[in-house]
């Protein structure tokens, strides 16, 4: 059975730094894709950054670039996403997402993972 389980999550202030993780069980971090996805209250859920594991290759939306950033640890089964520069706009559950095909990890960031996370809050003070 495949678990995504998030942590890292809470209270940081502006311009203050947070390091998310999502811990695999049940599902090799060798191959796959991972994507992290928020959604703030009222609104649509979007992407935030993924990357394919086994090639190391990642993507970042716009208005993350420079600020995250994305890795993997495969001997851990373990995602890290290094969020730094945090703003009360990047106030939102923030949640794991992983499937089997590392093409599904792409530039456009599409929320279509088989697997989800239950997520973590992060909230931003300005």
């Known amino acids: 059975q495949v678990q995504l389980v998030e942590s890292g999550g809470g209270l940081v202030q502006a311009r203050g730094s947070l390091r998310l993780s999502c811990a695999a069980s049940g599902f090799r971090l060798d191959d796959p894709a991972i994507g992290w996805f928020r959604q703030a209250p009222g609104k649509e859920r979007e992407g935030v950054a993924c990357i394919r594991t086994s090639a190391g290759t990642s993507y970042y939306a716009d208005y993350v670039k420079g600020r995250f950033t994305i890795s993997s640890d495969n001997a851990e089964n373990t995602v890290y996403l290094q969020m730094n520069g945090l703003t009360p706009e990047d106030t939102a559950v923030y949640y794991c997402?992983?499937?089997?095909?590392?093409?599904?990890?792409?530039?456009?960031?599409?929320?279509?993972?088989?697997?989800w996370g239950q997520g973590t809050q992060v909230t931003v003070s300005s």
């Open positions: 997402a992983g499937d089997a095909i590392p093409g599904v990890c792409t530039d456009a960031l599409f929320a279509v993972y088989d697997y």
